[in-house]
């Protein structure tokens, strides 16, 4: 077992990797009734090996720069073109079937089959793998060995233990650095598995983000671990945070027979709306630098790629070596990105977690942050989308990436995991309040404490999964922050929810008006503010030196400043009367025209409090030619299209409607307190995302409608939380990730 000092030196670290992106790329098959036969009739065989794989056939081992050639059991061309100078080559794209072959220069492969995603192999393929403790490689259907690491709690003939996979393009499968969640359940007493995609360390392989090969992987790794005879019950589970959080739900979707539960932390809905371009804006901050991580990555080890895997071939680990043969065919996803600024179902649709979660059956613990500085909080809008379980559960609160471990959902991770991987009662290990304490001081700066155990009498499975399962299955904890020392993980309340979005929900509005004033009603007169475009703030952060682990500290360096005079519209309710909780998503629906064809609008919501302290709540933006709102959309959720046919400029001297989303958020607004929503060009709202911001026109406007037949207005989600609401405001500055000026 590993030591909670161990733990303690590398869990700041580990926890500053983030989310995601999406590519394209490789040579692509064609079809058609007119391809032509290929004359094989003679051909010598060929010297290279070729594998069928999933709508994929690769091949190693020919001569660079070789001409070469896939046909298809009738002989006939299905795409052409040349090894890179590795002599590898992946043909992408191929339709399923028996009888495909590779022909260059008079010689022929043998024939391979090309399968579809939900033709598994037998259960002997997986039975027939021998994994033991430590390093080691395991074999998915198409050949390719991916790397892996495994840590048992005892000694295997000790076993079986319950066991749980970390599977991601970090570095899970290094035995010297695991990954948090690997780290923190090996001191817990859980066998743990941190396997590496393909493409990435020492794994066989080309990267591409999230293809459909990477979640058939996944299920061949699940498949495979839980054949295993140092395996408990013949299950495994799933954890991590952030990348391998969002791994989950892809390899879940593909429904392992052998699967017991998922555990995801930070994780996305939806790559392309939710961090790579909100609104339609390029997130040119942390969503491409993000990419060009992966990018480094991918490349081939020694040459490039992860140090730990340089320092395998370095040590002369042969597989690994072999295992880069395929690194050259990792499609560039910086250029990806520029080619696809469009939604299309073919290359954003699969990408987007809310469109397929539904098929996931498995028990389910969900977590994350409204306010994640790396994947965002739109996460939120798939939670009512885990239709194929009754056994999910979801914690959302106010923070930053890393508050998915804070004390109180650290608290109920561990017994989703005890209850339904381990299949047992929760009892909190001697080592838990260790490891609760380790991960205070090592990310959030300040020791914490897990809440009273309530397991502690509770004396049989049974009763442990009556309990758990009584649980609301949405969990809000409010003013996270606020609960413990100034900044500490902890919260001041929480409020338990029947579902998402709130059942009940009212979704009240509030209408723009002169002098900068939210009204209850919208004028009967129409009028209009405006302000120059300035978008020389979209690089602007939030965090002095933007390192990755400033935003999760107790008491960050906040630099939230209003923007430059002129540039801004902004507007306040009257003070309160009563408390007013919101949980949900939001909608600021502006009129605007603009002295120009095309704006990028930011809008921002925050609490005024009566002294004048305002306080960072949530943000949305919208490129306004990406205005033509989905047919899904509704009165809190303005879902756009984001198509290139659906987007259009903004007429010359008309008003055109530019619902902006809000994106999910959970906060209470005193009584006293007003609620103010600004209005202005992306940038300097948050830690680490950046926009690659439309230009201005000179001193180009942007002009807001006010009453009458173009009157503007804010909505916003007001629940009923079914607990008392503290009356004292938390203090200024305190809660995580939500800055106060």
């Known amino acids: 077992m590993r030591t909670t000092r161990h733990l303690a030196f590398t869990l700041a670290t580990l926890l500053a ?18 391809r032509p036969v290929v004359d094989l009739e003679g051909a010598a065989p060929a010297a290279f090996e070729v594998h069928g794989s999933v709508e994929q056939v690769w091949l190693t081992g020919a001569e660079p720069g070789a001409p070469l050639r896939l046909v298809d059991a009738d002989d006939r061309l299905v795409a052409e073109a040349e090894a890179d100078a590795r002599g590898s080559l992946i043909f992408r ?83 010297d650095a695991p990954q948090p969640s690997t780290l923190i359940l090996q001191n817990l007493g859980f066998a ?47 954890v991590g945070l952030s990348y391998p959080g969002i791994s989950q739900l892809f390899v879940a979707a593909t429904q392992p027979p052998h699967l017991a539960a998922i555990a995801p932390l930070s994780v996305i809905a939806d790559t392309a709306r939710g961090t790579l371009a909100p609104g339609g804006i390029l997130n040119n901050g942390f969503a491409t630098s993000w990419a060009e991580e992966r990018q480094r990555d991918a490349q081939a080890a020694p040459e490039g790629g992860q140090a730990w895997a340089r320092r395998r071939i370095e040590n002369g680990d042969e597989t690994c070596r072999a295992n880069q ?27 987007a977690p809310e469109l397929f979660v539904d098929r996931i059956e498995v028990p389910v613990f969900l977590a994350g942050a409204w306010q994640d500085e790396q994947t965002g909080g739109y996460f939120a809008n798939m939670l009512d989308d885990f ?23 650290f608290d109920r991770w561990l017994q989703f995991l005890q209850i339904y991987v381990a299949r047992d009662v929760p009892r909190r290990p001697a080592a838990a309040a260790v490891v609760a304490s380790t991960i205070g001081s090592a990310v959030f700066g300040v020791p914490v404490e897990l809440p009273p155990d309530r397991f502690a009498q509770v004396a049989s499975l049974e009763e442990a999964r009556r309990v758990f399962e009584s649980d609301p299955r949405l969990r809000v904890l409010f003013e996270n922050g606020a609960g413990g ?101 939001g909608s600021v629906d502006l009129w605007i025209r603009a002295d120009q064809d095309d704006v990028d609008l930011q809008v921002t919501l925050s609490e005024v409090r009566p002294d004048g302290t305002e306080v960072f709540v949530q943000a949305g933006w919208l490129r306004a030619s990406h205005r033509a709102l989905h047919d899904d959309a ?7 299209t984001h198509t290139e046919e659906d987007a259009a400029p903004l007429p010359e001297g008309e008003w055109s409607e530019a619902r902006v989303e809000l994106f999910p958020f959970g906060h209470v607004f005193r009584a006293g307190s007003r609620v103010r929503v600004q209005v202005d060009a992306p940038g300097g709202t948050r830690p680490r995302w950046k926009f690659e911001a439309l230009p201005a026109a000179g001193d180009a406007r942007v002009y807001v409608a006010q009453g009458g037949r173009h009157a503007s207005r804010v909505v916003l989600p007001v629940v009923e939380p079914g607990v008392g609401v503290p009356r004292a405001y938390p203090p200024c500055p305190s809660l995580r990730a939500q800055p106060c000026r």
Do not use: K
Request: proline residues 10%; glycine residues 12%; aromatic residues 10%.
């Open 93 to 175: 794209d191929v339709e399923p079937g028996p009888g495909y072959r590779v022909a260059s220069d008079g010689t022929v492969s043998g024939a391979v089959e090309v399968v579809a995603p939900d033709d598994h192999p037998d259960p002997s393929f997986y039975a027939s793998q021998e994994i033991g403790e430590g390093y080691g490689y395991v074999e998915t259907r198409d050949g390719t060995l991916l790397a892996l690491n495994v840590e048992l709690p005892g000694p295997p003939d000790e076993g079986p233990y319950p066991t749980v996979i970390e599977y991601s393009g970090y570095s899970p499968a290094d035995p």
């Open 17 to 34: 990797l983030g989310a995601c992106s999406g590519g394209d790329g490789g040579s692509r098959s064609g079809s058609g009734p007119q």
């Open 634 to 640: 509704t009165e809190l959720r303005p879902l756009h």
């Open 387 to 409: 239709t194929g379980t009754d056994r999910a559960w979801f914690t959302v609160t106010n923070g930053g990436h890393t508050d998915a471990l804070g004390p109180a959902v």
């Open 325 to 351: 043969a395929l690194r050259d065919q990792s499609p560039d996803i910086l250029e990806m990105i520029d080619e696809n600024r469009y939604w299309t179902d073919e290359v954003a649709a699969p990408l």
């Open 485 to 585: 020392a100034p900044g500490a993980p902890v919260p001041t309340f929480e409020a338990g929810f029947e579902g998402w979005p709130v059942p009940g929900t009212q979704a009240r509005a509030w209408y723009l008006a002169p002098g900068g004033v939210l009204a209850d009603s919208a004028a009967e007169d129409e009028s209009e503010a405006s302000y120059r475009y300035d978008p020389s703030r979209a690089q602007t952060t939030t965090l002095a030196g933007d390192s990755s682990e400033a935003p999760w500290r107790a008491l960050p360096d906040w630099q939230w400043v209003p923007p430059p005079e002129g540039t801004a519209l902004a507007y306040e309710t009257a003070p309160l009367a009563e408390d007013l909780v919101m949980v949900g998503t």
């Open 192 to 238: 743990t598995v941190g396997v590496n995609m393909r493409g990435t360390g020492c794994s066989g392989g080309a990267f591409q983000f999230f293809e459909t090969l990477q979640s058939t992987d996944g299920y061949d790794v699940v498949e495979a671990i839980a054949a295993q005879p140092w395996v408990e019950h013949g299950e495994v589970g799933m």
